[in-house]
């Protein structure tokens, strides 16, 4: 750490005016805790600061921000999922290799808490590409200590819709989104018995692109779920107007 950045982190730590001077003696007491974290083995130290940041977050006026608590997790630990439509082509997937590697992690994970298989526990909704970097590049893997970022986002919804509604806008708010796999999650979240209405709100499009994007997969899946009346009957006691009409001619 360099000497300027030293001070700015005296500077934010130093205590604001307060009565009694509580923020200092709070301060004070935190020290003397994180003398004893340092003397921690590094793997129960990395776990011991994550339970730190869970429970500060607690008395956090920001708490209801995801980005205010962010954690170490195992890789292992992290799933991508299967209906992220958003794709990273080769040099841009290098180029994202190459910022990690020299800048480090700048933005989490963003991930849902799931009750997973193979060991997983949280499901990426966004950042799936810095989620590969971190499991499959060796450089960014020993850095990291084999673990990724991750701030948790909808612990109360866990319901597949809302996963899939919240990738969706992470990446329509970026401008990346693939049309083709967009109707594939339109055409799910449907199947999932979500209403035109709820898809056009949640994934933050107006009814005309909801349609467009059902219909890209077929007019039959457009129209699937819909209630049809028949709207004729044949009367059969009636003469066909062309083959059940009698010769009159002399």
């Known amino acids: 750490m360099t000497d300027h950045q030293q001070t700015t982190l005296d500077d934010l730590l130093a205590p604001t005016p307060g009565p009694g001077g509580e923020t200092e003696a709070i301060l004070a007491q935190a020290r003397t805790l994180f003398a004893r974290l340092d003397a921690l083995p590094e793997t129960e130290r990395i776990n011991t600061v994550n339970l730190l940041r869970l429970a500060l977050r607690e008395h956090s006026p920001l708490k209801d921000q995801p980005v205010d608590c962010v954690i170490w997790v195992e890789a292992d ?6 209906y992220n439509p958003n794709h990273v082509a080769d040099p841009e997937m290098e180029l994202l290799g190459l ?29 799936f590409h810095r989620h590969l970097v971190g499991k499959t590049d060796p450089e960014v893997k020993t850095s990291v200590r084999g ?32 049309p083709a796999k967009m109707a594939d999650i ?6 999932l018995r ?15 692109e909801v349609t467009r994007l059902r219909t890209i997969t077929g007019i039959a899946e457009q129209f699937k779920d819909r209630a049809y009346s028949q709207a004729w009957e044949a009367d059969t006691s ?9 010769d009159t001619a002399p």
């Open 77 to 82: 630990e992290v799933a991508g999922n299967e």
């Open 99 to 127: 910022s990690i590697r020299q800048d480090g992690y700048t933005q989490p994970i963003v991930a849902w808490p799931v009750e997973g298989t193979g060991g997983s526990r949280y499901e990426v909704v966004d950042g």
């Open 194 to 208: 979500r209403s035109d209405e709820w898809i056009g709100e949640h994934l933050g499009m107006d009814p005309d």
């Open 238 to 246: 009636a003469p066909d107007p062309e083959f059940g009409r009698k």
């Open 147 to 178: 673990r990724l970022p991750v701030t948790i986002i909808g612990s109360d919804r866990t319901g597949k819709p809302d996963r899939m509604a919240a990738t969706i806008r992470h990446n329509r708010a970026r401008g990346e989104h693939a």
């Open 186 to 191: 339109v055409i799910e979240l449907a199947r």
